[in-house]
């Protein structure tokens, strides 16, 4: 007897999505967008750079229960884009969404340590003239770039679905019936 594959998420499922989407984008926008634009002199910089650090730790905590979830839970069947090579994108595609989210938690973590951001934070140390300087800094940087674009695909992806092949795609990742 086998059971049929659900045709929605589990709820838990839907609200860690759309949370790690909305502390994604928060992040790639403090770090593409506001953070550059701060002088590292402004005391400002270390209170942004905390708060990325702290919203960084939640990342990691809902990328370990997606992992957790991912094996624990039933998912509906994959979706159909309408040829192999778009589902073999498809799933290359939430593959490296949670490869690059892991290196960017990860190369956080490396430059936390390296430049001793506890330090920094606790003002006994000043704020590092140059991140660069860690050699985290650049894994965090480039994967950030390519984890941009993957959200990018993914979000092209699932609007084709919902407009273009309009098969309501997006009612598999929301709450109710």
Do not use: C
Request: net charge positive.
């Amino acid at each position: 007897m086998s059971e049929t594959a659900p045709k929605k998420y589990h709820p838990a499922w839907v609200a860690i999505h759309w949370l790690t989407a909305l502390l994604v984008f928060m992040m790639l926008g403090v770090g593409k967008v506001v953070m550059p634009g701060i002088d590292p002199t402004d005391p400002q910089k270390p209170m942004m750079l905390q708060s990325h650090a702290f919203i960084g730790g939640a990342i990691a905590v809902l990328l370990i229960i997606r992992l957790v979830l991912l094996f624990t839970t039933k998912r509906p069947a994959p979706a159909d884009a309408g040829s192999p090579a778009l589902n073999f994108i498809g799933k290359a595609t939430h593959i490296l969404l949670y490869a690059f989210m892991i290196g960017m938690v990860l190369s956080g973590l490396g430059l936390f340590q390296m430049a001793n951001l506890p330090a920094v934070f606790s003002r006994a140390i000043p704020y590092p003239a140059n991140f660069f300087d860690y050699l985290p800094r650049a894994g965090h940087g480039l994967t950030s770039w390519l984890l941009l674009g993957l959200v990018a695909l993914h979000f092209g992806a699932a609007m084709f679905h919902q407009f273009i092949k309009k098969d309501n795609l997006l009612a598999r990742m929301w709450f109710g019936k």
